[in-house]
């Protein structure tokens, strides 16, 4: 049925949204809970099963709350949905949320999959699981402790030590270390489904370091607000205030109290999950950081930035535990800190989660944790898990083989190299043979496999935002939840979740696999008394005195990047000035000037807009256009317009925190627009210098809205003084080695080379308003070597590099203004001594030829003293 067809609708009155959803979607998959309806559409399975007890349910019938949900759609309803769906897509992408596919044929990154409709959960059904998720990780928590601690649970045989001690994850180095703040799990996470009779199981959890937390705070956003009227008229809880709440109980528990310095370690921008590192930091008020950031002094961490060593008192990690420590886990990792472990056991650092809890991940522990719960908690557990069998224990794998069929296979050490780890299987849907195949691996190594029962997985409503035919489609969907500590030995369920849509293709719930998630609705029970937590992530009044105190933070890595990105923005707008003046230049009318041609084609040389070996413009003028056309976006044999643009989008997404979220959209358009327009130009292998013309105009706009959102639109602290030095150092290099090649080949002499350098300094308005139609040598080096108004000339760009150098010198620690010093002083030149024709312009040829080598070598002290701390002015961070 047809949300857009007119029969559904009565001339004079509408049908109740209600009831039109009712008739529009179509039942859950015959033996899956209908998360719509509140039931199943078919009778019940046999006993025993999960689905015993499954309610039948009236196709026609809708639960309360999604009864609720469409009543709230607003004026326009089901109409307006596909509009709806349109500017989610656009949300998503504007705001750059995205999760990164390795094996994505396409590029690394996509946009973040996201559904139109919220999974709605009742009071009644999140009162069960509250309790269970929080009586789980309170079991969790215990077995970290004694695992590492005195081992009596292994001693009494409640552990299988294969599953603990001969787990990959588990690690030795943590044993007797207690954590700070007595908490090993700050952070946990259970993968939920609702099974036919409308019970919640757990699947698996998850506590290395458990992604979700961002995306689910984007969904939050993004869908609260197409949604506005029925957020709040269905009394939807908030997630913000125990956000909040974990914040302070990481601060609580921290060695420093209120005043400490919590960083997110992140594996860096390539990671899947990057997005949500760098959207949590940023949310949270925490220091996202890579292990390269950090350094160990004195068994206290501490934080690389530009004035000296910072120190680091708590560390949510996002990277794996084994690539933790160089020291002590693999020796062969760039991703961790060397000495964090000793930092830790010394009782200087807080670390969330504490390291060491891989095993507890293991599908295999989910059958232990009933008789855990009892020995530990004296409790059942409220909030089952499916039954699993680990085969490791013959009685288990004898128990499970023959019917393997209606279970899934699963690795027992998912995810290690180590191990026999592969994609768990679907027995359903294996062939006899293949069922044959797997019970003689199973056999032949039972701890390597654990199996557990099949769940058929509640469905619910999805928005197809087809043009021709839009609707509802049901889809089967697993809730990860999350328990967050909020001070020691105590947590909260976050009231909310990261609901995952199982792929048609996969059959898995995987963002990997082609799944999409959706933002998940907790009610409460106005009727119980309970109310909306309004609380917000403002953080406590500050006093006058700890507001001028603080400033932030400029890490290492962080400033490098940022002058990279100034350097490489720079080099993309010469590169572009240069190739648009050369193809201009190659089809007007000055194309037969040897000058002119000499100059542009040692200049597109020395910027490798062509590859070596091209041919000149004088001995082969065509052959030299197309491959400077071709050039353009090759990314692989030259260094152009195109590669560039990627050098600044790479340099961009590593410090994507610092940067507006309009400044990142604009660098990612500017990007793809770029390849996508050349790509059309180039497809059939003719280069035309018209349409390669368009592209550059089009991108040179790009680039000064880049130039503006850098000037304007940055706080102006140590970064940002970095990145502008970037571009003066690049600027000064390329424009003072054009000028001086540009006397070296006689192109300023010629009438059309004279023009084509004052356009490649972008001062042809200017020096015609002030000098009319002069090719007077001195009006020139006026304009472009001396005149300090013109930020194009050299002068503006010495004396603007001189002060930025200073002013950096002045805020970093035991630094001195040295740099600044050896910039040429603008202050000494004089146009009469420059414009001294005799033996070929020799003063102007030495200042040019001192300003293009200092700006290289200002570009390696830079990297000695601020980024690799290797120069002198840096000793005090060895201090």
Avoid at 715 to 743: K, N, V
Wanted: contains cysteine.
């Amino acid at each position: 049925m047809d949300a857009t067809d007119p029969d559904l609708f009565d001339d004079n009155q509408p049908p109740e949204p209600a009831r039109l959803a009712g008739e529009l979607a179509p039942c859950a998959a015959a033996g899956h809970y209908d998360e719509l309806r509140g039931g199943v559409t078919t009778p019940p399975r046999p006993a025993g099963d999960a689905a015993e007890g499954a309610k039948a349910v009236d196709p026609t019938q809708l639960t309360p709350a999604w009864t609720a949900f469409f009543e709230h759609l607003g004026v326009d309803g089901f109409a307006d949905l596909n509009r709806r769906t349109a500017s989610l897509a656009h949300q998503i992408r504007d705001n750059g949320v995205s999760y990164n596919v390795y094996a994505d044929a396409s590029g690394p990154q996509r946009p973040w999959a996201l559904d139109l409709f919220p999974l709605i959960v009742s009071p009644e059904s999140w009162r069960q699981i509250e309790a269970g998720v929080l009586q789980r990780v309170r079991v969790l928590d215990r077995v970290m402790a004694d695992v590492y601690g005195p081992q009596e649970l292994l001693r009494a045989g409640l552990l299988p030590p294969a599953l603990v001690q001969g787990h990959p994850g588990y690690l030795r180095a943590m044993h007797g270390v207690q954590p700070v703040g007595g908490t090993h799990l700050q952070i946990a996470a259970f993968d939920l489904a609702r099974g036919p009779d409308g019970r919640w199981w757990v699947l698996s959890q998850r506590t290395q370091a458990p992604s979700g937390l961002g995306y689910l705070l984007e969904n939050r956003l993004s869908i609260s607000r197409l949604f506005p009227q029925a957020f709040e008229a269905m009394h939807v809880q908030r997630v913000a205030g125990t956000y909040r709440a974990l914040i302070d109980g990481l601060k609580r528990m921290s060695p420093a109290g209120a005043d400490t310095h919590i960083a997110l370690l992140t594996p860096g921008p390539y990671n899947e999950t990057y997005f949500e590192h760098a959207y949590l930091a940023r949310y949270l008020g925490l220091t996202l950081v890579q292990g390269s950031d950090l350094t160990v002094r004195d068994q206290r961490l501490y934080l690389k930035t530009l004035q000296g060593l910072e120190p680091v008192h708590g560390l949510l990690k996002r990277v794996d535990d084994a690539w933790l420590d160089p020291l002590e886990l693999r020796p062969d990792s760039t991703l961790g800190v060397p000495g964090l472990l000793q930092a830790m056991r010394a009782g200087q650092l807080l670390v969330a989660n504490a390291p060491g809890s891989a095993f507890l991940e293991s599908p295999a522990l989910l059958g232990f944790l009933p008789a855990l719960a009892e020995h530990l908690l004296g409790e059942t557990l409220q909030l089952p898990a499916l039954p699993t069998w680990w085969c490791g224990e013959r009685a288990a794998m004898e128990a499970v083989l023959p019917r393997l069929a209606e279970c899934v296979i699963k690795p027992t050490y998912p995810g290690w190299d180590s191990h026999n780890s592969f994609d768990a299987v679907l027995g359903s849907q294996l062939s006899r043979r293949k069922l044959d195949e797997w019970s003689g691996r199973i056999l032949r190594q039972g701890d390597e496999h654990t199996v557990q029962d099949a769940l058929a997985l509640s469905q619910m409503p999805t928005w197809k935002a087809d043009p021709l035919q839009p609707g509802i489609a049901p889809r089967s969907v697993i809730l990860r939840v999350f328990a967050l500590s909020d001070g020691p030995q105590s947590w909260r369920v976050l009231p909310g979740g990261l609901a995952r849509l199982v792929s048609a293709s996969a059959g898995v719930a995987s963002m990997q696999r082609g799944g999409s998630s959706a933002d998940t609705w907790v009610q409460i029970d106005v009727d119980k008394g309970e109310q909306v937590d309004r609380t917000t992530l403002l953080q406590p009044h500050l006093s006058p005195a700890s507001v001028v105190q603080r400033r932030r933070l400029v890490t290492s890595r962080a400033a490098e990047n940022l002058f990279w990105l100034g350097r490489y923005s720079e080099r993309a707008e010469n590169s572009l000035r240069l190739a648009r003046l050369t193809l201009e230049c190659l089809n007007g009318e000055d194309q037969s000037s040897q000058p002119l041609l000499s100059w542009l084609s040692r200049m597109a040389e020395a910027s490798s807009l062509v590859p070596p070996g091209v041919p000149s413009p004088q001995q082969a003028r065509r052959v030299f256009e197309r491959s400077l056309v071709a050039g353009l976006c090759d990314t692989e044999d030259t260094a152009s317009v195109g590669f560039n643009l990627r050098a600044v989008k790479g340099s961009a997404s590593a410090v994507r925190e610092r940067l507006s979220q309009e400044q990142w959209n604009l660098i990612v358009r500017a990007e793809r627009e770029f390849f996508e327009r050349s790509a059309e130009y180039a497809g059939d292998g003719e280069y035309a210098s018209v349409e390669a013309l368009r592209v550059l105009e089009s991108t040179s706009g790009y680039l000064a809205a880049m130039t503006g959102a850098q000037t304007d639109r940055m706080t102006r602290d140590d970064g940002w003084r970095l990145l502008s030095i970037g571009r003066q150092i690049e600027r000064l290099g390329f424009l003072a080695a054009a000028l001086g090649r540009g006397f070296e080949t006689g192109a300023v002499q010629d009438e059309g080379g004279f023009e084509a350098m004052v356009a490649l300094f972008d001062s042809t308005i200017t020096f015609h308003a002030q000098y009319q139609q002069s090719r007077d040598v001195a009006a020139l080096l006026e304009l472009l070597v001396l005149n300090r108004d013109n930020p194009r000339s050299l002068g503006w760009v010495v004396q603007t590099l001189r002060g930025r150098l200073a002013k950096l010198a002045a805020h970093t620690r035991g630094a001195i203004d040295e740099l600044a010093q050896q910039v040429p002083d603008p202050e000494q030149w004089h146009l009469e001594t420059l414009c001294d024709a005799e033996a070929a312009f020799p003063a102007l040829g030495e200042l040019l030829e001192r300003c293009a080598s200092i700006a290289w070598r200002i570009s390696d002290e830079i990297s000695l003293r601020y980024f690799t701390h290797t120069g002198e002015a840096n000793q005090s961070l060895g201090a």
